[in-house]
């Protein structure tokens, strides 16, 4: 009886409609790239090359698309102030092709100089509330 559910369980890890069950699923939740789409199955069990089939079929279908993950990605990080350099080196890391990001950046309408002076105020906003709270507090003398 073991042996049976065993068989079945090695099964579905071979099963391309589950795999893309699964993945539409985490597709549906935000945007992967092609990368964290194939390390995301890969964790849970799934054959690698069964998965590399189904991800190519998503791609071909437009369910994936690495161009639109980066240029989600880039309007997110660009509204928490992230720099373009920062920007560029996370999506290397999350797989998407140099060629991809450079196209997705350039398409971008974001003025990196304006983020940059935003991001200097915030920052030193939150410098002087530290020093308020900290170097000018009542001090607890009685």
């Not at 920052?123 to 530290?130: E, H, L, S, W």
């Amino acid at each position: 009886m073991a042996w049976q559910w065993q068989a079945k369980a090695q099964e579905d890890k071979t099963d391309a409609a589950k795999i893309e069950k699964v993945a539409v699923g985490l597709l549906a939740r935000r945007e992967h790239s092609a990368f964290e789409l194939q390390r995301k199955l890969s964790q849970r069990g799934f054959d690698s090359l069964v998965i590399d089939d189904v991800i190519s079929r998503l791609a071909e279908q437009g369910w994936q698309s690495d161009a639109r993950y980066a240029e989600a990605y880039v309007r997110m990080r660009v509204e928490r102030g992230y720099g373009l350099q920062s920007i560029r080196a996370e999506l290397g890391q999350r797989g998407v092709a140099r060629a991809v990001i450079q196209t997705v950046l350039e398409e971008a309408d974001v003025d990196w100089l304006a983020c940059a002076k935003r991001q200097i105020q915030m920052t030193n906003c939150a410098v002087i509330d530290i020093f308020c709270r900290v170097v000018l507090r009542p001090s607890n003398r009685e």
